[in-house]
């Protein structure tokens, strides 16, 4: 079984501070961990992914990531937010090794506030 | 086209009503997902092809939803005699398939059942 855990349904941030939106996972075997962002009607683009090498993964638009076993986490973070960050992002896990269906958070809206 | 395209990009339909919606993938992806996305949610699995074959349908909520890919490219899914909770985003992902692949998302459908 697994599952993904986004605290947060919405965070505001002013325009020019640190960007943090947190993802907790629990998985059975080891996890492929992804940050998806959505514009509004627009499909979901991939930020960045956690594939089992490096445990700091950087990704476009300045985001990085963390993987941290120990604390089960995967958190999304960007030193200095955007305009333009303003969307929905969401947090993905699968399982690694073969066919591993993914299961998605339910998602944090971050507001940037001008 | 370079990416996942999806048709209609809005339906509207009453109760009862038999809908299709259609997914074109990535030329070359082998791998096709099919996910509903409910207001305030995130994407919710439904269905995985793998070629032109079904190889988790396990998202799939009931009878009424079917999907197919007869010829490994394009894929539709259908929902008979619609309900009101049928009311979602439909999207469609395609992948190339590899260890940690990537999904390639579609902008969505949009269906409201009235």
């Known amino acids: 079984a697994q599952s993904v855990t986004q605290l947060g349904s919405h965070v505001s941030v002013s325009e020019g501070a640190l960007v943090l939106l947190r993802c907790n996972y629990s998985s059975s075997v080891p996890p492929y961990l992804f940050w998806y962002v959505q514009y509004p009607n627009q499909g979901l683009q991939l930020l960045l992914k956690?594939?089992?090498?490096?445990?700091l993964v950087k990704g476009i638009n300045g985001f990085e990531a963390e993987f941290k076993k120990s604390e089960t986490s995967f958190h999304l973070t960007k030193p200095s937010a955007h305009m333009s960050d303003a969307a929905e992002y969401f947090c993905?896990?699968?399982?690694?090794?073969?066919?591993?269906?993914?299961?998605f958070g339910t998602g944090t809206k971050l507001q940037v506030i001008p | 086209g370079a990416g996942v395209s999806q048709t209609p990009s809005n339906k509207v339909t009453e109760k009862g009503k038999y809908v299709e919606l259609r997914c074109d993938p990535i030329s070359g992806h082998t791998a096709l997902y099919w996910y509903r996305q409910s207001l305030g949610q995130g994407p919710e699995f439904l269905i995985y092809f793998q070629g032109t074959g079904a190889a988790d349908d396990s998202g799939l909520p009931n009878d009424r939803f079917f999907a197919v890919r007869p010829e490994g490219s394009v894929s539709t899914l259908k929902i008979q005699r619609t309900e009101r909770g049928d009311s979602a985003v439909y999207l469609c992902a395609s992948s190339s398939l590899g260890q940690g692949d990537e999904q390639y998302f579609g902008p969505g459908t949009r269906l409201t059942v009235t």
């Open positions: 956690y594939t089992s090498a490096a445990t």
């Open positions: 993905a896990l699968r399982g690694s090794g073969g066919y591993q269906k993914v299961t």
